[in-house]
């Protein structure tokens, strides 16, 4: 079965200082992985995805993530953050072979930028 | 380009009564996906649709089932109502099944008493 660990529950930054969200997957071969977002009453939109290739993904925003694959981690990072990218941020994972229809998330990381 | 919506908004229904969700998709998107989330939780994947056929199922009992449409669009039925299917249920449309990005609606709170 296929999983997603976000292991911080809460995330807080300053304004202007780099942003680090964790995420650690597990799966059956190689991974789809996705960042998405999600701000209050609203439904979750996505940031960026790693599907093959470098393993450094830029994204909308100014966000970015780095696959890597011996830790099995796929961490969110921005080097500035701001008040408005407050908001709770998922992790999501998928596997590769024929038949992965499942998108599976992680339990979600409050971030809050501290003005 | 319109994106994903969800009717209604919000919901209330007493335990044991059926609902309907209603989804409509981007345009352009072949693929709906169906997701329910729980409070403080991530969205658990409940199946997803793939030109009218439903492509996959996850940990849900055979009381949520669903369609799609030719146009793409998509109903989630939920039957026999529970506390416990309380949530705010999500709809996602993409291109394609596996390495698409979803594109996710603002999604219809349910409330069962």
């Known amino acids: 079965a296929q999983s997603v660990a976000q292991p911080e529950d809460q995330v807080n930054v300053a304004e202007g200082n780099p942003l680090t969200v964790k995420c650690t997957y597990s799966v059956s071969g190689n991974p789809y992985l996705f960042w998405y977002v999600q701000y209050p009453n609203r439904g979750l939109q996505f940031l960026l995805k790693?599907?093959?290739?470098?393993?450094l993904v830029k994204g909308s925003y100014g966000f970015e993530a780095e696959f890597n694959k011996s830790q099995t981690s796929f961490h969110l990072k921005k080097p500035s953050a701001l008040v408005s990218d407050s908001a709770l941020y998922f992790c999501?994972?998928?596997?590769?072979?024929?038949?992965?229809?499942?998108?599976?998330f992680g339990k979600g990381t409050k971030l809050s930028v501290i003005p | 380009e319109t994106g994903v919506t969800q009717s209604p908004t919000h919901l209330i229904k007493t335990r044991g009564q059926q609902v309907t969700l209603r989804c409509s998709s981007q345009?352009?998107?072949?693929?709906v996906s169906w997701y329910q989330q729980a409070l403080g939780q991530g969205p658990q994947f409940i199946f997803q649709?793939?030109?009218?056929?439903?492509?996959g199922r996850g940990n849900f009992p055979p009381r949520f089932s669903g369609l799609q449409f030719p146009n793409y669009s998509s109903e989630l039925n939920v039957n026999a109502l529970e506390l416990d299917d309380s949530a705010l249920y999500l709809c996602?449309?993409?291109?394609?099944?596996?390495?698409?990005?979803?594109?996710f609606g603002p999604g219809t709170r349910l409330t069962v008493t």
């Open positions: 790693y599907i093959t290739g470098d393993n």
């Open positions: 345009s352009g998107h072949n693929t």
């Open positions: 999501a994972v998928r596997a590769t072979g024929a038949g992965s229809y499942q998108l599976t």
């Open positions: 996602a449309s993409s291109l394609g099944t596996v390495s698409y990005e979803q594109y």
């Open positions: 649709y793939y030109r009218e056929e439903e492509n």
